[in-house]
């Protein structure tokens, strides 16, 4: 077995305070314990040095080679070109772009730099996987340094239309730098298709199934849907039982269904949408108020960003409009965290919750309605209402679907899942979870492997 050497954006240490909130962290640690390898990618830190430099350390069978990033990488290339024009565009919001020339150059820049810092760490004889919008024209950086190891490269968010990626500058160079990978994986095959669509249609790039060619290089694609570790999950969550947090919480709730939502503080996760469902609940329905709670934990995330600025001081405006208007002198309604929780103690707010609320405007994948799954007790598991603009829509049946921009519909949701009898909560539950376990997070990387090495060889 060749070695594998995963690398993205953020790497994410477990027990170190550099451990992360987002499914990506998540698969990869569990995809990294199983298989061994090495982890590569920034540390979190911003340094006053011009070009930083790796340094290594072993957790778990895992080698962690991370750098900080210098200021001027932090703010152009990871605030700037990624997360204010790819992660917006690559979800569908064009309205939140802001485009700076700057920004772009020093995106292919932090490419470059970081194939530069991996380059003298690898033997040649490795899987190379890169993993996320961050670092596309990665593998472009490392075959001009002469790297012919199998490479491939996942993308863990939507891909967006074309008409759509047309609105970035460079659309062209960034589209053909993917061509540089051998395996081009997609959690839908919906993105797979936007993909195919875009590269012929922009590049001339020619299919034959799910083989692209452009020129004379040749590019795989596949389907991948992420998943997460059923098993430690579900024992994460039945141990959470015994914990005082979670029994203190269960107390708490005094009688009161609990709606429960997670996410990061993220304009994507649909947050302002689920806060104004969850006021037409208690507007609508009357009958639940002192019922029913809502407790929406948002971790903070990319805050130096304006609209996730926004995002925080409009969403603390809603819960305290809610709670001004609907909350008793015993009984206060919305529960808005805006802190980072570890997963064990979200594990265990989802086992106390009757009803898992996952409501984002677009999502990759989205692995938090998965986590509500397997935390649920299969004895009397709780009801999810999921957007079914999140990838997982696909793979979970069991959830009540609805539409994340109509927030009537959602609080119509909230109303069918909070009633929703033993039996039918029960079938849904078994069939969501039978979902989840046949295709988890083993499947989702040895499939990516497999068939890298395949696309290679075959
Ligand atoms: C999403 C992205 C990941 C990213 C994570 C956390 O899940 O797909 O690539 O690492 O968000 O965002 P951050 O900007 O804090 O790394």
Same mark, same amino acid.
């Given at each position: 077995?060749?070695?594998?050497?995963?690398?993205?954006?953020?790497?994410?240490?477990?027990?170190?305070?550099?451990?992360?909130?987002?499914?990506? *962290?998540?698969?990869?640690?569990?995809? %990294?314990?199983?298989?061994?390898?090495?982890?590569?990618?920034?540390?979190?830190?911003?340094?006053?040095?011009?070009?930083?430099?790796?340094?290594?350390?072993?957790?778990?069978?895992?080698?962690?080679?991370?750098?900080?990033?210098?200021?001027?990488?932090?703010?152009?290339?990871?605030?700037?070109?990624?997360?204010?024009?790819? !992660?917006?565009?690559?979800?569908?919001?064009?309205?939140?772009?802001?485009?700076?020339?700057?920004?772009?150059?020093?995106? @292919?820049?932090?490419?470059?730099? #970081?194939?530069?810092?991996?380059?003298?760490?690898?033997?040649?004889?490795? %899987?190379?996987?890169? $993993?996320?919008?961050?670092?596309?024209?990665?593998?472009?950086?490392?075959?001009?340094?002469?790297?012919?190891?199998?490479?491939?490269?996942?993308?863990?968010?939507?891909?967006?239309?074309?008409?759509?990626?047309?609105?970035?500058?460079? $659309?062209?160079?960034?589209?053909?730098?993917? #061509?540089?990978?051998? =395996?081009?994986? +997609?959690?839908?095959?919906?993105? &797979?298709?936007?993909?195919?669509?875009?590269?012929?249609?922009?590049?001339?790039?020619?299919?034959?199934?799910?083989?692209?060619?452009?020129?004379?290089?040749? =590019?795989? &694609?596949?389907?991948?849907?992420?998943?997460?570790? /059923?098993?430690?999950?579900?024992?994460?969550?039945?141990?959470?039982?015994?914990?005082?947090?979670?029994?203190?919480?269960?107390?708490?709730?005094?009688?009161?269904?609990?709606?429960?939502?997670?996410?990061?503080?993220?304009?994507?996760?649909?947050?302002?949408?689920?806060?104004?469902?969850?006021?037409?609940?208690?507007?609508?329905?009357?009958?639940?108020?002192?019922? /029913?709670? @809502?407790?929406?934990?948002?971790?903070?995330?990319?805050?130096?960003?304006?609209?996730?600025?926004?995002?925080?001081?409009?969403?603390?405006?809603? *819960?305290?409009?809610?709670?001004?208007?609907?909350?008793? &002198?015993? !009984? /206060?309604?919305?529960?808005?965290?805006?802190?980072?929780?570890?997963?064990?103690? &979200?594990?265990? =707010?989802?086992?106390? *919750?009757?009803?898992?609320?996952?409501?984002?405007?677009?999502?990759?994948?989205?692995? /938090?309605?998965?986590?509500?799954?397997?935390?649920?007790?299969?004895?009397?598991?709780?009801?999810?209402? %999921?957007?079914?603009?999140?990838?997982?829509?696909?793979?979970?049946?069991?959830?009540? %679907?609805?539409?994340?921009?109509?927030?009537?519909?959602?609080?119509?949701? =909230?109303?069918?899942?909070?009633?929703?009898?033993?039996?039918?909560?029960?079938?849904?539950?078994?069939?969501?979870?039978?979902?989840?376990?046949?295709?988890?997070?083993?499947?989702? !990387?040895?499939? +990516?492997?497999?068939?890298?090495? @395949? *696309?290679?060889?075959?």
């Amino acid at each position: 077995m060749k070695d594998l050497v995963v690398v993205s954006n953020r790497v994410s240490i477990p027990e170190t305070g550099r451990s992360q909130a987002g499914g990506l *962290a998540m698969a990869l640690n569990s995809a %990294l314990a199983r298989h061994g390898g090495m982890w590569f990618g920034w540390n979190g830190e911003i340094c006053h040095d011009t070009s930083p430099q790796p340094t290594q350390t072993r957790r778990n069978g895992i080698t962690y080679a991370t750098l900080p990033l210098n200021a001027e990488q932090h703010s152009d290339y990871y605030l700037g070109f990624s997360n204010e024009v790819l !992660w917006p565009i690559f979800h569908f919001n064009l309205g939140a772009m802001k485009f700076q020339r700057r920004h772009a150059q020093v995106y @292919y820049a932090t490419n470059q730099h #970081f194939a530069e810092k991996l380059s003298p760490l690898l033997t040649g004889d490795e %899987l190379i996987w890169v $993993h996320d919008y961050h670092l596309i024209p990665l593998g472009e950086a490392l075959r001009r340094q002469g790297n012919h190891a199998p490479m491939g490269f996942f993308l863990h968010i939507p891909f967006p239309s074309a008409e759509l990626l047309r609105c970035i500058p460079g $659309h062209r160079d960034l589209l053909a730098s993917f #061509f540089a990978y051998d =395996l081009l994986g +997609f959690q839908t095959p919906q993105d &797979l298709e936007t993909f195919c669509h875009a590269a012929i249609r922009i590049l001339g790039a020619k299919r034959s199934d799910n083989v692209l060619r452009y020129g004379d290089q040749r =590019l795989k &694609l596949g389907i991948y849907p992420v998943s997460i570790d /059923v098993d430690t999950l579900q024992r994460e969550a039945q141990h959470s039982e015994t914990k005082q947090a979670v029994r203190q919480l269960r107390a708490s709730l005094g009688g009161c269904a609990l709606i429960a939502g997670a996410d990061r503080l993220d304009y994507s996760k649909g947050l302002g949408e689920r806060m104004l469902a969850f006021e037409h609940l208690l507007d609508d329905y009357p009958h639940y108020r002192r019922h /029913v709670l @809502y407790t929406q934990v948002a971790s903070p995330s990319r805050s130096a960003i304006t609209e996730y600025d926004d995002l925080r001081q409009q969403l603390e405006s809603q *819960a305290g409009h809610i709670n001004g208007l609907h909350s008793d &002198l015993d !009984w /206060v309604p919305v529960h808005y965290i805006n802190k980072t929780y570890p997963r064990t103690a &979200l594990m265990g =707010l989802f086992r106390a *919750a009757q009803v898992g609320l996952v409501t984002p405007l677009r999502d990759g994948m989205n692995l /938090v309605c998965k986590e509500f799954v397997a935390a649920q007790d299969s004895r009397d598991p709780g009801a999810l209402v %999921l957007s079914e603009l999140a990838g997982a829509a696909h793979e979970l049946e069991g959830a009540l %679907l609805v539409n994340p921009y109509d927030p009537h519909a959602i609080a119509e949701a =909230l109303d069918q899942a909070l009633q929703m009898p033993h039996e039918e909560r029960c079938r849904r539950h078994a069939s969501m979870l039978a979902s989840v376990c046949c295709n988890d997070l083993t499947r989702w !990387w040895q499939r +990516f492997l497999d068939d890298l090495g @395949y *696309a290679v060889s075959g």
